[in-house]
């Protein structure tokens, strides 16, 4: 089990940006795929994005495509998620994770694909 710590939720307008963080404290790090999911009152939680092991290839869900980066510093054992032309429809509570087995950049993730979560960080626009 590895301890995740999100940060940089907050309350933000419509059309504002957001970064977000997730600390991975521990030397296998780098051995990880690592995810951001969000799950909004009364929803699934659903897949955002997510990054290889190197941070050489991403993969994002089509609601965020073309407005969320993720990337990772695996010398700082975290992993972020630039947000940027934020809407209504965003605000949820979000959650770093990680991942053992392979990455795919074209696969559409499923929480249970991946083993360990943090506690999540609210995430809300307003309109």
């Known amino acids: 089990q590895v301890q995740l710590v999100e940060s940089g939720g907050g309350l933000v307008q419509a059309g504002g940006s957001l970064r977000l963080s997730c600390a991975a404290p521990?030397?296998?790090?780098?051995?990880?795929?690592m995810g951001w999911f969000r799950q909004a009152p009364g929803k699934e939680r659903e897949f955002v994005a997510a990054?290889?092991?190197?941070?050489?290839?991403?993969n994002y869900a089509d609601s965020v495509k073309g407005r969320f980066t993720i990337s990772r510093d695996n010398a700082a054992n975290k992993v972020y998620l630039q947000m940027n032309s934020l809407k209504p429809e965003d605000t949820a509570v979000y959650y770093c994770?990680?991942?053992?087995?392979?990455?795919?950049?074209?696969?559409?993730?499923?929480?249970?694909?991946?083993?360990?979560w943090g506690q999540g960080t609210q995430v809300t626009v307003s309109s």
């Open positions: 990054i290889s092991r190197s941070g050489s290839s991403t």
């Open positions: 994770a990680t991942r053992r087995s392979y990455f795919s950049n074209s696969y559409h993730f499923q929480p249970a694909d991946f083993e360990s």
């Open positions: 521990g030397r296998t790090f780098g051995s990880y795929v």
